[in-house]
């Protein structure tokens, strides 16, 4: 048997809320890892949890890399091209990413995003061509739980949802595009609302791996 066919399966978990495994999203998440570790099986798991809130931004020569036709003969340790590529090493080692993360302002919050700026490079993670940017890594499951205060789907959603498209296009762009969403609606809707919307969401989850298995 393949190595890869017996060695456990690795999960990247990313924890987007500044709130950690306080956060509702991170509950999310631990249900769908729960059922990747039931799928897995005897194989096992892996897990690499990755708190994004202490991430720094991209820096000055990480943007003028960016912008340059060539790719820079060395990255310093510290500099944030290094930590990208650190990123994007850790990323494509992952056989699964699992995101755990809030809604914040109708999108993305800001650590994902910082996340995605490290990871989305022009020459490493795709490339540019006349039809437009070709992802280059492997495509993998990607399992995304999200947490919102109010609405997000159905009818009586009462805001735009900028979260799922986005993450949809900036993942796509590097070759992710087998992506799964859950989401807790409505944290901030009440006690019986939040219990309502925790189990409408292990619900979806539980129906999802019920399917695949
Ligand atoms: C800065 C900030 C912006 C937010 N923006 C939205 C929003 O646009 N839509 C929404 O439904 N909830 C919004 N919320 C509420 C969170 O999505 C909600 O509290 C969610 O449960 C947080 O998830 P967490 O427990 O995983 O951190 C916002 C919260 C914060 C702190």
Avoid at 54 to 79: F, K, M, Q, R
Avoid at 102 to 127: E, Q
Avoid at 161 to 175: I, S
Wanted: aromatic fraction near 6%.
């Amino acid at each position: 048997m393949p190595l890869q066919d017996t060695a456990p399966l690795r999960v990247l978990r990313l924890i987007c809320s500044p709130r950690g495994s306080d956060s509702e999203s991170y509950r999310l998440s631990q249900q769908i890892f729960d059922r990747l570790a039931n799928q897995a099986g005897e194989r096992g798991l892996e897990l690499t949890d990755l708190d994004l809130n202490d991430l720094p931004h991209v820096d000055h020569d990480y943007a003028a890399a960016l912008a340059s036709p060539v790719e820079p003969e060395h990255t310093h340790p510290g500099s944030a091209l290094h930590r990208s590529d650190v990123l994007i090493r850790q990323l494509d080692a992952a056989d699964v990413l699992l995101i755990a993360t809030p809604m914040h302002n109708y999108t993305v919050p800001s650590a994902l995003k910082t996340w995605i700026d490290h990871i989305v490079r022009i020459r490493v993670t795709f490339i540019g061509t006349p039809q437009g940017k070709q992802g280059i890594l492997r495509d993998r499951p990607v399992h995304v739980a999200i947490a919102s205060g109010g609405l997000i789907s159905g009818e009586n959603a009462r805001q735009p949802d900028f979260l799922r498209p986005y993450l949809t296009a900036a993942l796509g762009t590097v070759g992710l595009h087998d992506l799964h969403y859950f989401a807790v609606e409505g944290t901030a809707r009440g006690e019986a609302a939040l219990e309502a919307a925790r189990e409408q969401a292990r619900t979806a989850v539980e129906a999802f791996f019920m399917a695949g298995a």
